[in-house]
């Protein structure tokens, strides 16, 4: 869900900041400034009532990236927990644009945070993969795209959706029918100033770029799955979605009232930082940023040890009397992302901070975190044969998606 920039579009007003569908760089600070985006976006915070009400809600202990902050943002939450309580249904939607054959971590972000999701709302799901953005922005061919799609659709099964509530499509391969007449409807919803105020659209951009901001907008209207929906419209979608994807939902949300549905609710993450430090997304095209879920126990250590960014002192003395700076040590705000121990993230926060931690200490203890979840996400990928990605990527009757609750 995501496209490389066809000009300047919108950005936030923070100095030098950049974050949009398609760019993500850091202010001259180097640092993204969240509550920025969120007074420019025009979204809410997620406040610690509002996670206590979702545990309220569904009786689970809330995921550590809602805990943590590190999905941080809504749109129409309350309005989905609402309907929940009374009973009404909702679907989540998210994706992937496939660009890379292997994935890294950040991509990984949204699906483990989306997979809690449907564990503990016990909802349907629905997962795009943009091969069609990809072909028109990246100059892959629609064969390579397609390929791409496919992988990566391995590693999203990985990790552990339940196939009898979930519905993973390629653009080129589902767009038409229903998905196609909901398309059609939003592209008349909205006018090329609209897009180019949006999106930063010029005359010089391929049309496909034009039109394709609808096809993403699309899967969030139910009826445009009617093996699983039928022709319902008061089925409301939740995205849960990284910031920078705020502005497709945004003319997503403008339109849906004019087309009989509810608009369109967000959850909304920060960025998976690179291992060089904060200063935008982790970027799959430098290796050297990334941990992929292709990499060895050995490569693994190796990136964490040589590239990760130390927030500690220069020296020993100095770490020791003035403790390391959590704020910017990779290490410790990865551990933020992927270590489940909340006990032990305090206590590694608390004596790396003070000095009494060394950074090759919390350096090692990062590497043995990865290790073990990249062994496991292998593990389950070996597993995921053709016929299982068939079976999640062919439509097909979906009875029971919402049973009674009680």
Request: with cysteine; proline share 5%; glycine share 8%.
């Amino acid at each position: 869900m995501s496209a490389h920039p066809p000009a300047e579009p919108e950005t936030s007003q923070a100095s030098e900041q950049v974050v949009t569908p398609w760019d993500v760089t850091a202010d001259s600070e180097g640092k993204i400034n969240y509550n920025k985006l969120v007074e420019q976006f025009g979204c809410q915070k997620i406040d610690p009532e509002l996670v206590a009400r979702v545990e309220r809600v569904t009786g689970v202990k809330a995921h550590p990236f809602l805990r943590r902050g590190i999905f941080f943002a809504h749109r129409d939450l309350t309005e989905i927990l609402d309907a929940y309580e009374r009973g009404e249904p909702f679907y989540l939607y998210t994706g992937r644009g496939p660009s890379s054959e292997a994935l890294h971590l950040g991509h990984l972000i949204p699906f483990m945070f989306t997979k809690w999701l449907q564990d503990a709302f016990k909802v349907p799901l629905v997962i795009q993969l943009t091969d069609d953005e990809k072909f028109l922005w990246k100059g892959l061919s629609v064969e390579e795209a397609q390929r791409l799609a496919r992988e990566n659709a391995r590693d999203i099964i990985a990790c552990g959706f339940d196939i009898t509530k979930t519905f993973i499509f390629s653009d080129f391969e589902y767009l038409g029918g229903a998905f196609y007449r909901n398309v059609a409807r939003i592209q008349r919803c909205v006018t090329m100033n609209q897009v180019k105020g949006i999106f930063g659209f010029t005359t010089d951009d391929y049309i496909g770029k034009i039109a394709f901001p609808a096809i993403q907008a699309a899967p969030a209207f139910p009826d445009t799955f009617p093996h699983m929906f039928g022709e319902r419209k008061d089925i409301r979608c939740l995205v849960p979605c990284a910031i920078d994807q705020d502005p497709y939902f945004r003319m997503t949300r403008d339109v849906a009232p004019r087309l009989g549905h509810h608009k369109t609710a967000l959850i909304e993450s920060c960025f998976f930082p690179a291992l060089q430090g904060e200063s935008g997304k982790m970027s799959a095209s430098d290796t050297a940023s990334a941990i992929f879920v292709t990499d060895t126990a050995k490569e693994i250590d190796t990136k964490v040890k040589k590239y990760a960014f130390s927030g500690g002192g220069a020296t020993r003395e100095e770490h020791e009397k003035n403790g390391a700076n959590l704020d910017v040590d990779i290490s410790y705000q990865w551990l933020r992302f992927f270590m489940q121990d909340d006990t032990r993230l305090e206590e590694i926060g608390r004596d790396y901070g003070a000095g009494r931690l060394l950074t090759g200490q919390v350096k090692a203890e990062l590497v043995g975190v990865l290790a073990a979840m990249v062994q496991r996400h292998q593990a389950a990928r070996a597993a995921v044969s053709d016929a299982v990605v068939d079976a999640f990527m062919t439509p097909r009757a979906m009875p029971d998606l919402f049973p009674p609750r009680g």
